[in-house]
């Protein structure tokens, strides 16, 4: 339990809030690549941080990102269109580039361009997304997350507005408990309501028995600070019911506002960026990696795909037989902003209790005028590993070795496991499974 005034200032991300200057000094994912597919394509509208921007990709190719609303008499250069130059304003053709200079105004005087400009903003494009720097100058480096730049893989972009504030889904990365339930016996309720029990987890592999074993036997949760974040995990003890004797790592939690699943590298890992787009919403974004390993070669691609997974159905119920669709579900059910001063955390909350003494850590740094965690002022080819990267995968007898990832369900998609995830819905499932395919038939050469 927190109180009333720490919970504001965990959850509220305008401009001149503690979290809001912190969030500023960090690259934000804006919009994917393909939604500005090509030079003079139609501009995207987008809001973060209680802001709202419009991006888009001149004649050259040149991205920019603008405050959205044009000088002249404020209407929405999301309706604008691109040309030369930059975006142009439907309502009197004002013309601006992509530093925010106004370079043209029909029917004014021809003395001269005003002085004014729209605040424009550094952006960067890495991996399939746009990114964007809304904090003071000089901007950071956009650093190489591995998942972002890890050569020989698949990738898509499963992105969903999420109607609550982004520490709800957060702090979900840091309740590594929540997955015994919520993909278990919730997962198995839905499939018996839907009558497809047998029909989806008749195998043991599916990820419902999985999850359900992994509330047995709880000994302890641990959390501890990494470089880059937070790892935390699971202790298990056979004398209490547990399969195994032991330790069993979670996702790695990213500062701060993404968690990694999976392992670098691996036949499915991801990034889940939480991005605040005002108190009370989160563009949740899936960023979805398939690795090949090495002799094994991953289908090139010129334009990683991005796609929406639907969180209800046709009647407008909850749709609750993949895993996404069932985080959401209960990110929603706290409500827009959960009143943390109400709750009652247990054991199972270490990790959570961190994530929030981190955040409390790190704005306490900017409010001091210094960087946080994970702002890079220095250019650096390398990657950077947020999370794990498995060794099996580096040397040539890979295939001798267990294959890199915590459920194994995620490297059967090619078996219908990708039914579990919302990468169902991808475009690219279809060169996912024929990977996965050729894996396992590397596997049994």
């Given at each position: 339990m927190i109180s009333a005034a720490e919970n504001e200032i965990l959850t509220r991300v305008g401009a001149g809030t503690p979290m809001g200057r912190?969030?500023?000094?960090?690259?934000?994912?804006?919009?994917?690549?393909?939604?500005?597919?090509?030079?003079?394509?139609?501009?995207?509208?987008?809001?973060?941080?209680?802001?709202?921007?419009?991006?888009?990709?001149?004649?050259?190719?040149?991205?920019?990102?603008?405050?959205?609303?044009?000088?002249?008499?404020?209407?929405?250069?999301?309706?604008?269109?691109?040309?030369?130059?930059?975006?142009?304003?439907?309502?009197?053709?004002?013309?601006?580039?992509?530093?925010?200079?106004?370079?043209?105004?029909?029917?004014?005087?021809?003395?001269?361009?005003?002085?004014?400009?729209?605040?424009?903003?550094?952006?960067?494009?890495m991996g399939g997304l746009v990114f964007a720097y809304m904090g003071p100058q000089p901007a950071p480096v956009l650093p190489r997350w591995d998942l972002l730049v890890w050569p020989n893989a698949i990738r898509q972009i499963c992105m969903n507005v999420i109607d609550c504030n982004w520490l709800q889904c957060q702090e979900n990365t840091g309740d590594p408990a929540h997955s015994a339930y919520t993909p278990g016996p919730l997962f198995k309720y839905a499939l018996e309501r839907q009558g497809r029990l047998q029909e989806r987890a008749s195998d043991s592999e599916h990820t419902l028995h999985k999850r359900i074993q992994m509330g047995l036997g709880i000994k302890d949760v641990t959390a501890e600070p990494s470089q880059y974040g937070f790892e935390k995990g699971i202790v298990y003890s056979k004398a209490l019911g547990a399969n195994v004797e032991g330790y069993r790592k979670h996702s790695a939690v990213i500062f701060p506002f993404t968690t990694q699943t999976g392992s670098a590298g691996s036949p499915r890992s991801d990034y889940q960026f939480r991005v605040p787009i005002d108190d009370t919403h989160t563009l949740h974004i899936a960023y979805q990696v398939y690795a090949g390993p090495p002799g094994i070669e991953a289908p090139a691609q010129d334009v990683v795909p991005w796609y929406e997974a639907p969180l209800f159905d046709e009647k407008g119920e909850?749709?609750?037989?993949?895993?996404?669709?069932?985080?959401?579900?209960?990110?929603?059910?706290?409500?827009?902003?959960?009143?943390?001063?109400?709750?009652?955390?247990?054991?199972?909350?270490?990790?959570?209790?961190?994530?929030?003494?981190?955040?409390?850590?790190?704005?306490?740094?900017?409010?001091?005028?210094?960087?946080?965690?994970?702002?890079?002022?220095?250019?650096?080819?390398?990657?950077?590993?947020?999370?794990?990267?498995?060794?099996?995968?580096?040397?040539?007898?890979?295939?001798?070795?267990?294959?890199?990832i915590a459920q194994s369900y995620r490297r059967s998609y090619h078996k219908g496991f990708s039914m579990d995830d919302g990468d169902r819905y991808g475009p690219v499932i279809g060169l996912v499974q024929e990977l996965h395919r050729r894996i396992e038939q590397a596997t049994r050469a």
């Open positions: 912190m969030m500023r000094r960090y690259w934000h994912p804006v919009c994917t690549s393909e939604q500005l597919p090509a030079p003079d394509c139609a501009p995207v509208r987008t809001r973060v941080l209680g802001e709202n921007y419009v991006a888009f990709r001149d004649t050259s190719g040149t991205v920019g990102v603008l405050d959205e609303y044009c000088l002249h008499r404020r209407a929405s250069l999301a309706l604008g269109r691109v040309e030369e130059g930059g975006i142009r304003c439907l309502y009197h053709g004002w013309l601006y580039d992509e530093t925010g200079a106004c370079i043209d105004r029909p029917m004014e005087s021809a003395k001269g361009n005003i002085k004014q400009k729209l605040k424009a903003y550094p952006v960067r494009e909850p749709i609750l037989d993949y895993v996404l669709a069932q985080d959401a579900l209960v990110w929603r059910a706290q409500g827009p902003i959960v009143d943390r001063t109400q709750e009652i955390l247990g054991r199972t909350d270490i990790p959570i209790v961190l994530l929030r003494r981190q955040l409390d850590e790190e704005i306490a740094k900017v409010e001091r005028g210094l960087d946080p965690m994970n702002v890079f002022r220095a250019e650096s080819a390398d990657m950077l590993h947020g999370g794990e990267v498995h060794e099996s995968w580096k040397p040539r007898e890979w295939k001798e070795g267990e294959l890199p």
